[in-house]
Nanobody, 121 residues
Framework: QVQLVESGGGLVQAGGSLRLSCAAS????????MGWYRQAPGKQRELVAA???????TYGDSLKGRFTISRDNAKNTVYLQMNSLKPEDTAVYYC???????????????WGQGTQVTVSS
């Protein structure tokens, strides 16, 4: 099993920044992809950004440029730097870790409990 603990969410004004962290523990030596999804009220969960162990990244539509994902393999931690935040970025952000490629994360990955990000206008 893999446990994921997220931190760094909160309330921020539009245009501000937040940095999310997610630390993985448990049977993690086979984890490849790690990343973030988000879910706003009434909407489907969507990919924000993901990164493989080798450093390949994928971003959700229109998020690259404002959001940056990074990873510290030694600490089993993935980070999401969010800049120029907009009210539409308001959502619960979930950490995910998968043993396979990024494409397997949604259906086969492990999930954190989620952290709320609220952007006020």
């Amino acid at each position: 099993q893999v446990q994921l603990v997220e931190s760094g969410g909160g309330l921020v004004q539009a245009g501000g920044s937040l940095r999310l962290s997610c630390a993985a523990s448990g049977i993690i030596f086979t984890i490849n992809a790690m990343g973030w999804y988000r879910q706003a009220p009434g909407k489907q969960r969507e990919l924000v950004a993901a990164i493989t162990r080798s450093g390949t990244t994928t971003y959700g539509d229109s998020l690259k440029g404002r959001f940056t994902i990074s990873r510290d393999n030694a600490k089993n931690t993935v980070y999401l730097q969010m800049n120029s935040l907009k009210p539409e970025d308001t959502a619960v952000y979930y950490c995910n870790a998968a043993r396979g490629p990024i494409a397997t994360m949604m259906n086969w990955g492990y999930w954190g409990q989620g952290t709320q990000v609220t952007v006020s206008s």
